[in-house]
């Protein structure tokens, strides 16, 4: 090959490269202007779910979440994890009485904190990072219990762009897998620390998500290993995201306080910290830790008052989903 033709070989191959960059840095500039419309979207969430908010508001605090979150129905409990509760708030809306969501709390808090999240979201994170000491505050002074939901927009996004994506759907069936061993809570705290980038997909492969079960004690076991290799709960991430899209939800994360969703200014700010860190985005945004604590705040006052709930006990709290059920059948 002469000079001259090598040469133009070697700007062909430099030309695609620089294309192959490019599409690279759009498709993640896109993810992350659906990630950032999210946000943005939370504003509008509170008008979609009005009528709810109107029913929750009419009648006493104790009394209207006192149906919130009920143990799940025989069609909910054929894909949802050990100890889900089915979530009457979205299923007021979707109408398919399939909504549940994992609990963390008293089951007896008057105050509910609703999470659409996906758990390779980078906003998911910064919002974890940033304000789960604040409401796990709440939650062991049992004033407030969390309902997650699970979803899987980054996969969505990523097969969207042709990528063979599914460490969102992989990384919430093993939460669930979790669930089932009493130890969501924890292995929740491992993923958000552990949360890889968005432009990859580590998580895709099961041994990644059982190999993170290690720092998670008592988590490491046979049971959870097979759970997570056979993506036992697949189908409750699906319909997880089946409902985020009949909710016609926009982003991760979706934070409601009793249905009320924090807006785009109450969940994320501008933060003083330089450059992308793990509490920052690339935009400079920072969970918003004082509106967040303000809205707690706020909805505990409403529903309280001037009493004092008895603090959260875990190992009081019925962990699968035959001891939930009993608790239900013995209450009616």
């Known amino acids: 090959m002469s000079p001259a033709n090598r040469d133009r070989d070697s700007q062909r191959v430099a030309r695609a490269r620089i294309a192959a960059m490019q599409a690279a840095d759009r498709a993640k500039a896109r993810r992350r202007r659906q990630l950032l419309t999210g946000a943005i979207a939370l504003v509008v969430i509170a008008a979609i779910v009005g009528i709810g908010l109107a029913v929750k508001s009419s009648g006493s605090n104790g009394g209207s979440n006192a149906s919130h979150g009920s143990a799940t129905s025989s069609s909910a409990a054929s894909f949802a994890p050990s100890g889900a509760v089915v979530d009457s708030y979205v299923n007021a809306t979707t109408h398919t009485g399939d909504a549940t969501a994992i609990p963390y709390g008293s089951p007896d808090a008057k105050v509910t904190m609703t999470v659409f999240e996906d758990v390779r979201c980078p906003y998911c994170d910064i919002f974890e990072l940033g304000a789960r000491d604040i409401y796990k505050q709440f939650v062991a002074a049992g004033e407030v219990k969390v309902e997650f939901h699970i979803v899987k927009l980054i996969d969505i996004n990523d097969q969207a762009n042709g990528e063979n994506a599914s460490g969102s759907r992989e990384g919430g069936s093993a939460l669930a897998c979790a669930q089932n061993a009493g130890l969501f809570d924890q292995y929740h705290d491992v993923l958000y620390d552990s949360q890889p980038s968005e432009t990859t997909d580590p998580w895709s492969d099961p041994s990644a998500l059982i190999a993170l079960a290690k720092q998670v004690p008592g988590l490491d076991t046979a049971a959870f290993e097979s759970c997570v290799t056979n993506t036992t709960y697949g189908g409750w991430v699906d319909q997880n995201w089946a409902d985020?899209?009949?909710?016609?939800?926009?982003?991760?994360?979706?934070?409601?306080?009793?249905?009320?969703?924090?807006?785009?200014?109450?969940?994320?700010?501008?933060?003083?910290?330089?450059?992308?860190?793990?509490?920052?985005?690339?935009?400079?945004?920072?969970?918003?830790?004082?509106?967040?604590?303000?809205?707690?705040?706020?909805?505990?006052?409403?529903?309280?008052?001037?009493?004092?709930?008895?603090?959260?006990?875990?190992?009081?709290?019925?962990?699968?989903?035959?001891?939930?059920?009993?608790?239900?059948?013995?209450?009616?």
Request: proline share 7%; no cysteine.
């Open 244 to 332: 985020f899209n009949t909710l016609k939800l926009q982003g991760t994360p979706t934070i409601e306080i009793d249905g009320t969703a924090l807006t785009a200014a109450q969940t994320f700010s501008p933060t003083s910290k330089a450059g992308v860190t793990a509490t920052t985005s690339q935009d400079g945004q920072g969970a918003n830790t004082s509106a967040i604590l303000s809205a707690l705040q706020a909805a505990v006052t409403q529903a309280y008052g001037s009493s004092t709930p008895a603090p959260w006990n875990p190992t009081a709290t019925p962990t699968t989903a035959s001891s939930a059920a009993s608790a239900t059948a013995s209450a009616s």
